[in-house]
């Protein structure tokens, strides 16, 4: 899960997951499950979910939402103010969102909501420092639809203590959407492997390996620009190895008689790390892979020199609508499944999906009128507060036809077109909070931009990619508890494995790579992981017999 998204911005039917992202999705992500909960949505529905009275009377909450800088000004933002008397002032960093989020905490500089990373520790960090505010009661007393939108997932959210601290962002599952895979561009593809780029036949190791090398030798340059066979966003290294460990049929964790252990201390980690190193050692990894930012990456994508890159599909939206554009639907990036040796392809694990959500929002103690906020968060959370959310004000951007949401024709063209301005323009999609994947009572789906119309593209990935979904949520965040000790020992067990990852995969030799391998196993050892996975096995028991 981990995911999406965040989902990002995507062309018209880039469908998010998980993450999505299911989305992922995504950005996904890709977290969607089918709701149930208020009425409609509009100005001409039943506006049960919305503020009336005193509750109308103007009021301000600034809010930490690391997705987004926009001024709160948009047609979706207006009719929120209008139906809520809330306006919001959002604060989003220039920097690392997580950089700003422990220094909000550590100076006790709190906006009145913060949304964050819901799987991070830093969720863990806030609610153990009592910067977020309990949310049990004040769901009780106004957050009908709350209750009924998450339904379960409250419980399963809730922390050691039994009480809810934040509600989930993108929330819910949904069964067949995929989030990574490897993206090829189906121009290239039809040349160099007609027979598979029509998609529903993945391709083995060797084949691919052989695949890329092909497109080198063929392909030396571009319009003049040296090729990359493969390319990497260094900055999303979850995706990167999210991709490879999906060929390969790793999850979260390594688990063998019902223990946890880290994921890198599967047999087949290694066979993954020796893998990727051999496609970087042959020329087919583009050298700096690991100092690009996402920024950077989408360029190389976009510059036509590039044939492929692992990921979830809708972080490719930017560029595949350029690439679309300039050249026509098959220039663009197509999700494909590579099975690893030994590995049966419908046991590949490309597609982590969740019900949990990707991000967490809370009340801070900054706060000064949490009912107030619970009653905004219940409009937003409610079925029309998704809809106005996800599809805009009714009668401007969509009509309520036989009980059935239709949106107009120039809002499905304007996010086909131009996917990130229309979103700022409109507000459609802009503010997503509270996001519960799936389809409302009357069958439409929440997320308009994402799954009403599915292109070719996201059409491509289900065909290859679907039978790759598999379960996240027992995994989920079962790390040391924020501010302890073992805490601290475990973010220093992953940032062992994350330099070692990436060293190992640009080791000039196979030896190289297996003995950057070994010392960081040993490395994790001597850092304390067998005391983090101890645990993580208690904290995995506790949920299984609560989930019970």
């Not at 100092?291 to 890159?309: C, M």
């Not at 809708?314 to 099975?339: C, E, H, M, R």
């Not at 979103?423 to 069958?443: A, E, L, Y």
């Not at 220093?492 to 494995?497: F, G, L, P």
Request: contains cysteine.
């Amino acid at each position: 899960m981990s995911a999406i998204r965040k989902w990002g911005t995507v062309s018209l039917s880039l469908a998010l997951s998980a993450a999505l992202m299911a989305g992922c999705s995504g950005k996904n992500g890709g977290n969607d499950a089918g709701g149930s909960g208020a009425q409609a949505t509009g100005s001409g529905a039943s506006e049960s979910a919305s503020a009336s009275g005193d509750d109308l009377k103007p009021i301000k909450l600034t809010f930490f939402d690391k997705n987004t800088g926009d001024a709160f000004t948009n047609d979706v933002a207006q009719e929120i103010t209008r139906r809520t008397g809330v306006t919001v002032e959002i604060q989003q960093p220039t920097g690392n969102p997580a950089e700003k989020l422990n220094l909000m905490l550590a100076s006790d500089d709190l906006p009145d909501l913060v949304l964050m990373d819901r799987s991070s520790d830093i969720v863990n960090k806030y609610i153990a420092a009592g910067a977020l505010l309990p949310l049990d009661d004040l769901i009780e007393q106004y957050g009908p639809d709350v209750k009924e939108m998450y339904g379960d997932v409250l419980n399963k959210t809730r922390y050691t203590d039994g009480k809810n601290y934040y509600l989930s962002n993108w929330y819910g599952y949904e069964e067949g959407e995929p989030v990574f895979g490897f993206n090829l561009k189906k121009d290239v593809l039809t040349e160099l492997a007609p027979d598979k780029a029509e998609g529903g036949q993945p391709f083995t190791a060797d084949e691919f390996e052989d695949l890329l090398k092909r497109f080198k030798e063929k392909y030396p340059t571009i319009n003049g620009k040296p090729t990359v066979a493969l390319t990497m966003d260094g900055s999303n290294m979850g995706a990167v190895t999210g991709t490879f460990k999906g060929m390969f049929g790793l999850k979260t964790y390594f688990e063998t008689d019902g223990k946890l252990q880290y994921d890198v201390e599967d047999p087949k980690y290694r066979e993954m790390i020796l893998y990727m190193n051999k496609l970087y050692r042959e020329g087919l990894i583009d050298t700096d892979w690991a100092i690009n930012k996402k920024e950077a990456w989408l360029q190389k994508l976009s510059s036509g020199a590039v044939f492929g890159t692992p990921g979830a599909y809708w972080d490719l939206g930017d560029a595949n609508t350029a690439l679309k554009k300039a050249g026509g639907p098959d220039k663009q990036f197509f999700s494909y499944k590579v099975v690893g040796p030994g590995v049966d392809p419908a046991k590949t694990t490309y597609g982590p999906k969740g019900s949990l959500g990707w991000d967490a929002i809370g009340i801070t103690k900054a706060n000064r009128d949490p009912e107030r906020t619970m009653k905004f968060i219940n409009f937003l959370a409610s079925e029309e507060g998704q809809y106005l959310l996800m599809w805009g004000v009714e009668g401007k951007y969509w009509d309520m036809k036989d009980g059935k949401h239709v949106p107009r024709p120039e809002v499905l063209e304007g996010f086909k077109n131009d996917w990130t301005n229309y979103s700022k323009t409109s507000g459609i999609r802009k503010w997503t909070w509270f996001i519960k994947g799936g389809k409302g009572t009357d069958g439409t789906v929440y997320d308009l931009a994402g799954r009403y119309e599915r292109n070719e593209v996201d059409k491509m990935a289900i065909k290859n990619l679907a039978d790759s979904t598999w379960r996240t949520d027992t995994y989920d965040n079962l790390g040391p508890q924020g501010g302890t000790p073992e805490a601290l020992l475990s973010q220093k067990v992953n940032d062992i494995m994350t330099q070692s990852v990436t060293k190992a995969i640009i080791a000039k030799t196979d030896a190289e790579a297996n003995a950057i391998f070994d010392k960081m196993l040993a490395d994790m050892k001597a850092a304390g992981s067998e005391k983090v996975e101890k645990i993580i096995n208690e904290n995995y028991k506790q949920r299984l017999s609560l989930w019970q």
